[in-house]
């Protein structure tokens, strides 16, 4: 199916009023993270932008951060001149959150464009406001003849490659809100709270890689503080804020929001680290995370605290978020024949299975922050995914995975796609039983891409256990390389209204799109 870019109506892509903060940020040093606007005396300034997360056809979650005590007000409306707006009454924003706070819409009408604007009042004198910030988003369709669009991507400011003036920043994110997505899935390694970032890099070649640093940033993340200052630091890119202000997003975590290959239970032994529980600082990072992405299933939802959730997106799409790393089991070489915790746990493992025979979208789309067939490592001996290198029956983690993949088949469950980042490079693996140790599943794909800010790395090798075929990989020969010598990498998921085809699209920063396969819809495998 050849790619139709979506054009926009004239009032939908409009310069949104107040969007746009200044870019001192990205010109000026900011030891200690100050906030990337000018503030209006007196008032509370909601310099940081604005997200919107997990919309459906009739909710969204809205959040903001302040400079100060401030009570959270939102408004929508069906056109940018706010003309008949209603009125939405939000929390008041404290210290206790970072002066971060979001409010939940209900009764949206679906398919529709929701224009916002988000303003903060002193909460002593609501006449005493801020200036208000302006967004938009637009509701999942209640028809399938609408279709869906959306990117996916990961691992931001990692390996040392933060926010580079010289190059405008994290220019990625103004290429993919310029294909208008119906919304950004984030797969994870949205931080590096374990990476420092330097002032300056030197590249292999002798050019200089200038970054925007700020007191958090200059040592791995420990304290709540800072890891609510990595969280903020790539609001510092205004690339990033007007993204945030036109794009709902969809976010999951890994690792690198608290540490790297972190599992439950782990004790450091790392010397940078003053605090060695990891279960200490994961908590921490948790807090933050919750503070800063809209996250429904983290702001007092009936599903309690939990990042693992669904987030039903029209007729053509359920996308199933899982959490990969907060029910593990130790990293380990992942030989044992029995394994009932593995890489999910076994609760959220039910919860996958009960959610995804109970799910009538024509596309289940299974959002997992590792892949299945990739071997990752952690150290000589221990591996850090699912896979573990040996080609044979699974063990391990592969158990679970394995059982996973009986149910769906026995299930009769159609139209399953796996789609991850991490292992920063992109690819696509069909699996299929022919060619597979465990043969009791139906044949499926993975796509990996990613990443956007970080260092690129050589392709990891394959694990034969469910039988893989890599027929597309674009990875650099050496580690780490920077942004500035390769193209960012993203995904695009593209679900045609009519025809129910999804078609994938690995792209690269620039508009190339790399490798595109078309899947047909209502089928138990591909």
């Known amino acids: 199916m050849p790619y139709r870019p979506r054009i926009p109506s004239p009032d939908r892509r409009t310069v949104l009023r107040g969007s746009l903060v200044a870019t001192a940020a990205l010109t000026l040093p900011l030891a200690g993270a100050a906030a990337p606007a000018f503030a209006r005396s007196g008032r509370p300034d909601a310099a940081w932008g604005v997200q919107v997360g997990d919309v459906t056809a009739s909710s969204a979650l809205v959040w903001v951060r302040s400079d100060r005590p401030a009570r959270m007000v939102v408004e929508t409306s069906a056109t940018e001149s706010f003309r008949r707006a209603r009125t939405w009454h939000g929390p008041l924003l404290g210290a206790g959150m970072d002066f971060t706070g979001t409010t939940p819409l209900y009764g949206l009408p679906p398919g529709e464009q929701v224009h916002y604007r988000v303003t903060l009042a002193a909460p002593d004198d609501p006449r005493r406001t801020g200036e208000p910030v302006y967004g938009t988003f637009r509701t999942a369709p209640a028809r399938r003849r609408d279709g869906v669009r959306f990117l996916w991507s990961g691992d931001i400011a990692g390996q040392g490659w933060g926010i580079n003036p010289d190059i405008g920043g994290y220019r990625v994110y103004d290429e993919m809100r310029r294909l208008d997505p119906d919304f950004f899935l984030c797969s994870g390694d949205n931080i590096y709270a374990d990476g420092v970032i330097e002032p300056s890099v030197t590249l292999p070649d002798g050019r200089v890689w200038h970054n925007v640093t700020t007191e958090e940033k200059a040592k791995v993340a420990e304290t709540l503080a800072e890891y609510r200052g990595n969280f903020r630091y790539n609001l510092l890119d205004d690339n990033v804020r007007r993204f945030n202000a036109q794009v709902p997003s969809v976010i999951q975590w890994d690792d690198h929001e608290v540490r790297n290959n ?152 159609t139209g399953t796609v796996w789609l991850t980042a991490d292992v920063h490079y992109t690819s696509a693996q069909h699996y299929t039983p022919e060619r597979a140790a465990f043969k009791d599943f139906a044949p499926f794909w993975e796509f990996v891409t990613g990443p956007l800010a970080a260092g690129q790395f050589p392709s990891n090798a394959l694990d034969g256990t469910f039988g893989p075929d890599q027929v597309f990989v674009q990875a650099p020969d050496r580690a780490n390389v920077s942004p500035m010598e390769t193209p960012a990498l993203f995904g695009e998921v593209d679900i045609d209204g009519d025809s129910g085809e999804l078609t994938v699209r690995l792209r690269e920063q620039g508009g190339s799109v790399l490798f595109s396969k078309v899947l047909q819809p209502g089928r138990v495998g591909q």
């Open 262 to 413: 972190w599992y439950p239970g782990q004790i450091l032994d790392d010397a940078r680290y003053t605090e060695k529980n990891v279960d200490l600082l994961a908590a921490r990072s948790m807090r933050a995370f919750g503070e800063y992405f809209p996250v429904s299933t983290l702001h007092g939802s009936a599903g309690g605290d939990r990042v693992h959730r669904v987030v039903r997106h029209g007729p053509l799409l359920d996308l199933f978020v899982l959490d990969m790393r907060t029910f593990r089991n130790a990293n380990s070489p992942g030989r044992q024949p029995d394994d009932s915790t593995g890489i999910l746990g076994a609760e959220q493992l039910a919860w996958l299975e009960r959610e995804l025979s109970r799910s009538r979208a024509v596309w289940k789309v299974i959002a997992a922050d590792m892949p299945l067939g990739l071997v990752v490592a952690d150290g000589t001996t221990d591996f850090e995914a699912v896979a573990q290198g040996d080609p044979g029956a699974p063990l391990g983690r592969e158990l679970q995975i394995a059982e996973l993949l009986r149910f769906i088949k026995r299930r009769r469950i």
